[in-house]
């Protein structure tokens, strides 16, 4: 089965840690996004991946960082100098098209905890 | 910068009833707007996508439209049932961060039986 796959699904990690999470898709999809979701708030956007070997900074990138050394890989490490990092965490894929003509697929999110 | 607002936090419904989810964006208007289902701890799921130059877009009992005069799209789920109970989600491109969407806060639909 197709599909975006985003491991573990709860994460605790300790302050002053960085932690990775994992997203792997099979859609063979070009386009691969990292967002955030905060209770009461919507999905902000953390980085973003068009290609193979390149990201983008989102609007809300700092404290974090990624690779796509693969095009079926976008993992996102959390790192200490994110200063609230306690989220659910979304990972999702597209085909490239134009104009918002492209609906997204989402993993089914990670949970991160910092204790 | 474009913004996609979902004015409802919350909507109950007494199941049988039609829901309707309102989603304003500011600026110009998007060339399509799309519509997703989120269950709670779960990833949003696509249900609908609508053109600019499309007034309607229906699928079984979801109905969706697009006033580019009013800056809104109307989401409708008709002859509700509890199993809709979810946040609806609205998304529009982002513009300025390629292919990536920008989403609303969402509306948690509840229907009660």
């Known amino acids: 089965d197709g599909g975006i796959t985003q491991s573990p699904k709860y994460l605790f990690r300790k302050e002053g840690q960085n932690v990775t999470l994992s997203c792997e898709q099979n859609l063979n999809h070009d386009a691969m996004y990292w967002y955030r979701q905060d209770p009461g708030q919507g999905l902000r956007l953390i980085y973003y991946s068009q290609i193979v070997n390149d990201f983008q900074k989102g609007d809300i990138a700092e404290g974090y960082s990624v690779s796509r050394e693969k095009k079926e890989s976008f993992p996102l490490t959390v790192t200490s100098a994110q200063k609230n990092p306690t989220a659910f965490y979304l990972c999702a894929s597209s085909i490239w098209r134009d104009r918002g003509n492209t609906e997204a697929f989402f993993g089914q999110g990670t949970r991160l905890t910092v204790v | ?113």
Do not use: M
Request: glycine share 6%; charged share 20%.
């Open chain 2, 1 to 113: 910068s474009q913004k996609i607002e979902q004015n409802s936090e919350a909507l109950n419904i007494q199941e049988g009833k039609t829901a309707t989810l309102t989603c304003n964006y500011t600026n110009y208007s998007p060339a399509y707007l799309q519509w997703y289902r989120q269950d709670p701890g779960r990833g949003p799921v696509f249900l609908l996508l609508i053109r600019e130059n499309e007034k309607e877009k229906r699928k079984e009992r979801l109905k969706v439209t697009f006033d580019t005069t009013l800056k809104q799209s109307l989401f409708h789920i008709t002859a509700s049932q509890p199993a809709d109970s979810a946040t609806y989600l609205c998304a529009r491109l982002h513009n300025q961060a390629g292919t990536a969407l920008i989403f609303g806060k969402g509306t948690t639909l509840s229907v009660s039986s």
